[in-house]
């Protein structure tokens, strides 16, 4: 059934479930009353590193249907792009953003570093990674898993300025988000600023020494290099 793709299919829709959960604000509330606030975050967390395991695990089990061939230029451009996505996401995780998903808590307007380059660098790190991947893996199951996670990470910002500027108020939403942007580099056009505080140079940081860890075991779990296109 569905050619070999059911398990694929079925993994993405319980993936497409699960991080429905964080904008439905009745469930999330519900299940941080039951487990306490740590208590969720740490279950859906694991159960989402799990799923994405489990998603992984089928895209590589999937049958392989070429749409385009490797090329070394589309692994040069994947190599290209990934730091970027690293420095967004890493950095996005570390500084606080009342904005997006991730801390809230000690925002400072006056300092708003990647903030001020864009509205929500994590949603935009995980963009970057999935659209980045597609270059080089042009069999049909690593071309569905990434165009879903690509257009579910652009979608995200949508949904999340939706409930933040329902949470915030609209005249608090106004003026907090003045001066950022969904796109980047245009929320400095606006009159935002990147000046960045020391959790945003500590994730700079901590993104260089993730970039030298995923260029370490990329060839360990994936079997390929991620400097395959310049060798």
Request: some cysteine; hydrophobic content about 55%.
């Amino acid at each position: 059934m569905f050619g070999g793709f059911g398990g694929l299919i079925g993994s993405f829709l319980v993936f497409l479930l699960l991080h429905s959960i964080p904008p439905m604000r009745r469930v999330k509330q519900a299940l941080i009353s039951l487990l306490g606030k740590a208590g969720y975050y740490i279950l859906y967390s694991l159960i989402s590193t799990g799923v994405l395991i489990w998603l992984i695990h089928e895209v590589w089990a999937a049958p392989y249907i070429e749409v385009w061939p490797f090329e070394p230029w589309a692994a040069r451009t994947t190599a290209h792009i990934m730091p970027f996505s690293l420095l967004f996401f890493v950095v996005g995780f570390l500084r606080p953003n009342p904005l997006s998903i991730g801390p809230s808590n000690g925002y400072d307007k006056a300092c708003m570093g990647i903030v001020g380059i864009v509205r929500h660098p994590i949603l935009w790190g995980f963009a970057l990674w999935a659209g980045a991947h597609l270059f080089a893996n042009g069999g049909l199951a690593e071309v569905l898993f990434f165009i879903g996670l690509f257009l579910l990470s652009v979608g995200g910002m949508f949904i999340v300025d939706r409930r933040k500027r329902r949470l915030l108020g609209e005249e608090n939403w106004i003026e907090i988000s003045s001066g950022t942007s969904n796109i980047p580099f245009v929320g400095l056009i606006k009159g935002g600023n990147c000046r960045p505080t020391w959790k945003d140079l500590l994730g700079v940081i901590f993104a260089i020494l993730s970039l030298g860890l995923a260029l370490l075991l990329h060839p360990i779990l994936f079997n390929v290099s991620p400097l395959s296109g310049f060798l």
